[in-house]
């Protein structure tokens, strides 16, 4: 599975992709706004942190804006992947630009049905929002099974792009179920490395090493 990280915090993404786990970046305009910084400054600057797909949201609602702001922002780096929403434009947008060879990354996916259109729009990836689905009382991991089963029933090559993670169960399911990609906050990502009896395992041994005496 690709780990995605979702923010538009230079800092935290070079700092991650100093790990070599690293496989891209998802941004959406709220992600921008809390960075702070320039769209166009701040997305140039994380592709060139990160080989993998950068997702770069467009904001216009129809299909005439949607190409006009992707030409802008596919311009930027060859690993840009333009996100658009989950919309008769978007899907139309999608179709265009995966045509023309452009990574798209269908955002705002609800429901089942919803995937299996991005999927026949020709998707690179589509990003089902577990989170949100949690937080209005549904198991937002049903969804990604649907969507698996779907796509693995046609053979369908977009990738599932498990969105709004909130925590490391989210990826554990995800990983079971067998979804491409988890794009998750940073401290998510960092919360997978930890565990006590490692801290615990690790506190064990240097001391009983330090008895020893000796040194590498
Ligand atoms: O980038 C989309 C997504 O991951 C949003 O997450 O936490 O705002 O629901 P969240």
């Not at 970046?25 to 166009?40: C, E, Q, W, Y």
């Not at 988890?182 to 330090?210: C, Q, S, Y």
């Amino acid at each position: 599975m690709k780990f995605f990280v979702d923010t538009a915090d230079t800092g935290e993404i070079s700092e991650l992709a100093e790990t070599g786990l690293l496989d891209g970046v998802t941004t959406n305009p709220s992600l921008i706004h809390k960075a702070g910084r320039d769209f166009m400054e701040v997305t140039r600057e994380i592709c060139g942190l990160v080989r993998g797909p950068v997702s770069a949201e467009v904001v216009a609602l129809d299909h005439e804006g949607m190409m006009r702001e992707a030409e802008v922002l596919r311009k930027i780096a060859d690993n840009v992947c333009i996100k658009v929403p989950l919309t008769i434009d978007g899907l139309k947008t999608c179709k265009k630009l995966t045509g023309d060879g452009t990574m798209v990354n269908v955002t705002l996916c609800f429901s089942a049905n919803q995937a299996l259109l991005a999927a026949k729009a020709g998707a690179t990836f589509i990003s089902p929002f577990v989170g949100r689905h949690d937080d209005v009382g549904f198991d937002g991991m049903h969804l990604i099974e649907d969507i698996r089963l779907i796509y693995d029933n046609y053979a369908f090559e977009t990738e599932v792009l498990v969105a709004s993670i909130r925590h490391p169960i989210h990826v554990l399911q995800s990983a079971k179920i067998g979804a491409d990609v988890a794009t998750m906050p940073p401290a998510v990502i960092r919360n997978l490395f930890k565990h006590p009896l490692t801290d615990k395992g690790i506190e064990g041994f240097l001391a009983d090493w330090a008895k020893t005496g000796q040194s590498i």
